[in-house]
């Protein structure tokens, strides 16, 4: 049974990622990542939520996985955001580095 759950049925445009991701590999993130992947490019011009506050932990290859979607939607030129929760620290110091990435990518601290 997987410690991590990624729900993208729940709300339009909205990816929620719950659990512990320590995922083995970048290409098993790239494999748990496709749907967010698939939904950040056909939601367009009007974006892409990633909502990583129930994440309780991510390893680096899962940081580096969102680096990767925050760059698609870069190319693209689109916006996306991510949903973060201000008591868990690897979020907020991952998320103020994707924000340099592009600049359409918003953060919002619950």
């Known amino acids: ?3 991590w759950h990624i729900d993208t049925e729940g709300k339009t ?3 929620t990622l719950r659990g512990v991701f320590r995922l083995e590999s970048p290409e098993a993130y790239d494999t748990a990542f496709a749907p967010i992947l698939a939904g950040l ?3 367009g011009a009007s974006g892409y939520t990633v909502n990583l ?3 309780t932990l991510m390893n680096s290859s899962g940081i580096r996985a969102l680096a990767d ?3 698609v939607a870069r190319r693209a030129d689109h916006p996306v955001t991510f ?3 201000g008591s868990v620290p690897w979020q907020r110091k991952a998320l103020a580095s994707l924000e340099s990435l592009h600049s359409k990518v918003t953060v919002s601290i619950l």
């Open 69 to 71: 979607l925050v760059m």
């Open 53 to 55: 506050a129930e994440a």
């Open 1 to 3: 049974m997987n410690e």
């Open 83 to 85: 949903v973060a929760k």
């Open 41 to 43: 490019k056909t939601a």
């Open 13 to 15: 445009a909205t990816a």
